[in-house]
């Protein structure tokens, strides 16, 4: 099949390899002609395990291409795939700007039946704008030709991306013609080799999919944490909770870790986003609107321990931070809890020496050179000379540490486990001043201060 896809960012990109993985001829196009050149050259603008490797074995083959000529890409694809952003605008609500004039753009060009799919993540009643926006520009023509609309959310982690689209849980395909199913259900067919995936369905029903699915994950995630905050209270210990939760199957062990709070591209804009449709209905969703509350006070509790710690002095300390992106795998730092901690403690006068496998570019994008902000080439370096070190995102690389070594290495040996991945009586009996998320002296946690 020949696909076109415009956008060429993280569900762009993820979307055009894999689908010229299964054999079919895609074309991405995008308006930063130095991302195109860059693409062109093989180079991938951002981290995603595996992606580097597929997106160049395709060039090659010449299945998939990269270009800024925006009528060559119309005139190439059958199926034409929306991927561009939806920035949240100030009250929250998604910005439909890219996505509308995208639509405009492909009604400007198009000669013949076409297939517009919306795979950026817009609120419902979105691909009833860009029919709108088709028929207009086609009208304004005076150019009758035939097209269909139709949403075909994404559902991918950062970090597992490739294999989260190559074998899926489910896709679902939201039209109102059966001329629009048959091509998605051709164009899916390879990935549903073992049992048929699928799922067709109306396409608001679809575009309420997508907010409905992170939100539940999110919804589970800032209910965890907010057990967490009482466990503290309580003197419980919110892991051995978890873990015995996690065995009744109706709730099961996925999204019920607590932390730091969640951050990143979807689930924070999304729930603003569902938030906001809803309020424009008149309807108030109070769970929802809690979740986001819930999670902007859980990424305030690093500093809040250190602060404790510290008795309220922080200024003239030195922190270590493990881990700036918003999750592993991935240099995507929108949202992350590590922003929220970095600029709290520069307010508090404390400095700042970080180490992430991937962000460290990213960091420097978004921060710039600061007197306050070392960025080490190690977790070692980073903690060397420090006052406290932080695990803020949870990389197979700090998994198991040397603590009697790292407790040498530091000013003072204390330990804020944003991710619970470390046994508190091991780290105690290393010397360190322990604090995690929701656990206790009942889990060996310290109580010291």
């Known amino acids: ?202 396409i608001r029903s679809a575009e309420l999919t997508k907010y409905a699915a992170n939100i539940m994950l999110a919804t589970k995630i800032s209910l965890m944490n907010e057990l967490s905050q009482v466990a503290d209270r309580l003197d419980a210990d919110i892991e051995q909770v978890r873990k015995a939760i996690g065995a009744d199957h109706r709730i099961g062990y996925h999204f019920i870790y607590p932390g730091c709070g969640f951050g990143g591209s979807c689930f924070p804009k999304d729930v603003r986003a569902l938030a906001h449709t809803a309020a424009k209905i008149g309807y108030e969703t109070e769970i929802i609107n809690a979740v986001e509350r819930v999670n902007d006070r859980q990424k305030t509790i690093l500093f809040d321990k250190l602060h404790a710690h510290f008795k309220g002095d922080l200024a003239g300390k030195t922190i270590a931070l493990w881990g700036l992106a918003f999750k592993p795998n991935t240099d995507d730092m929108r949202e992350a809890p590590a922003c929220t901690l970095i600029e709290a403690l520069w307010a508090a006068g404390a400095s700042v020496r970080a180490f992430d496998p991937e962000a460290m570019e990213e960091t420097r994008r978004i921060y710039g050179e600061r007197s306050d902000l070392v960025l080490c080439r190690d977790g070692e370096q980073a903690a060397t000379g420090a006052d406290a070190l932080v695990l803020v995102t949870e990389w197979q690389v700090f998994r198991t540490p040397d603590f009697k070594a790292l407790s040498e290495l530091m000013a003072q040996p204390v330990l804020v486990d944003g991710r619970n991945i470390y046994k508190p009586s091991y780290v105690a009996s290393a010397g360190f001043a322990y604090y995690g998320i929701g656990r206790s002296a009942a889990s060996g946690a310290s109580r010291s201060t």
């Open 1 to 202: 099949m020949r696909i076109t896809i415009f956008g060429t960012g993280y569900v762009g990109l993820v979307t055009g390899a894999c689908l010229a993985a299964s054999g079919n001829d895609v074309m991405c196009v995008d308006v930063d002609a130095n991302k195109i050149a860059r693409l062109n050259e093989g180079e991938i603008p951002i981290y995603e395990p595996g992606l580097e490797s597929l997106v160049q074995e395709n060039t090659a083959a010449k299945r998939l291409s990269f270009t800024t000529d925006a009528a060559a890409a119309v005139a190439h694809g059958t199926l034409q795939f929306i991927a561009v952003g939806t920035p949240p605008d100030e009250d929250g609500s998604a910005d439909l700007k890219y996505v509308l004039k995208v639509a405009e753009t492909i009604g400007q060009h198009m000669t013949e039946y076409r297939l517009v799919i919306t795979k950026s993540t817009v609120p419902v009643g979105t691909s009833d704008k860009v029919r709108d926006a088709l028929a207009q520009t086609l009208a304004a023509r005076d150019a009758a030709v035939e097209f269909d609309v139709a949403s075909n959310p994404e559902f991918l982690k950062e970090g597992a991306a490739i294999e989260d689209f190559m074998k899926p849980d489910r896709v679902v395909v939201g039209v109102d013609t059966e001329r629009a199913a048959d091509h998605l259900r051709a164009l899916y067919a390879p990935f549903n080799r073992q049992h048929d995936r699928t799922m067709v369905m109306d």
